[in-house]
């Protein structure tokens, strides 16, 4: 079965560099959901996307922006990348299921900011 | 959103049954229980959702007692491979998407 494709799955940047990450949900997913996980971190939401519209939001600073497309793929767009950005970066997506919230998980992409 | 409350950690040996308990005093009425399961370095996985009474799938089974204010993941026979991060996510579908905020999860150690 199709699984969520997160890309790249490694990632080198310098400080004050700019990273995109992308997120291919599973087909008819209508969901994406953004995470942040630091080392021996809890994932922490940064934001959501229902049917190419923001539907939530988290702890996302101000220099991150996302967005969902019409293909209903996601892209993270990181500025300024500060050193304390080094984490794991994960996409879950989930159906329009009204009573389902399962959500399913991308590998993630590794950033590290150096 | 409902705030959950875990223990921090726990320990087994193979072949035991584990229980993790999750409060969630706060917990509404249209919110459901999820658990997931994350190794290092992968993202969460799902593992079993729940409403009201108990819920069982093939690897896993959820107690949701009458007031919905805690509920328990239950494991049969745990091997090594168990060991992992546990996640209690509450959270509803609400018209634009679910709510899936994690908390602190639960790390359970499986030794021989």
């Known amino acids: 079965a199709a699984g969520v494709i997160q890309s790249p799955r490694h990632l080198i940047k310098e400080k004050r560099e700019t990273a995109t990450l992308k997120c291919y949900p599973i087909?008819?997913?209508?969901?994406v959901y953004w995470y942040q996980q630091g080392p021996g971190q809890d994932p922490q939401f940064l934001i959501s996307?229902?049917?190419?519209?923001?539907?939530d939001k988290g702890s996302i600073p101000d220099r991150f922006s996302a967005q969902q497309f019409s293909d209903y793929h996601s892209e993270l767009n990181m500025s300024s990348l500060e050193l304390g950005d080094s984490a794991l970066y994960f996409c879950?997506?989930?159906?329009?299921?009204?009573?389902?919230?399962?959500?399913?998980f991308g590998q993630g992409t590794r950033l590290t900011v150096v | 959103l409902a705030k959950t409350t875990q223990p921090i950690s726990m320990d087994s040996y193979e072949g035991q049954e584990v229980n993790i308990t999750c409060s969630h005093n706060?917990?509404?009425?249209?919110?459901?229980i999820t658990w997931y399961q994350q190794f290092p370095s992968q993202g969460p996985r799902f593992i079993i959702q729940?409403?009201?009474t108990k819920v069982t799938n093939e690897v896993a089974s959820l107690f949701i007692p009458a007031d919905r204010k805690s509920s328990t993941l239950s494991l049969p026979r745990v091997s090594l491979s168990d060991t992992a991060v546990y996640y209690c996510?509450?959270?509803?579908?609400?018209?634009?998407?679910?709510?899936?905020?994690f908390g602190t999860g639960t790390q359970l150690k499986v030794e021989l």
């Open positions: 879950a997506s989930s159906s329009p299921d009204a009573r389902n919230t399962e959500a399913f």
């Open positions: 087909p008819r997913h209508d969901t």
């Open positions: 996307f229902y049917e190419k519209m923001q539907s």
């Open positions: 706060n917990i509404a009425t249209n919110d459901y």
């Open positions: 729940g409403y009201k």
């Open positions: 996510l509450v959270g509803r579908f609400t018209g634009g998407g679910n709510k899936l905020t």
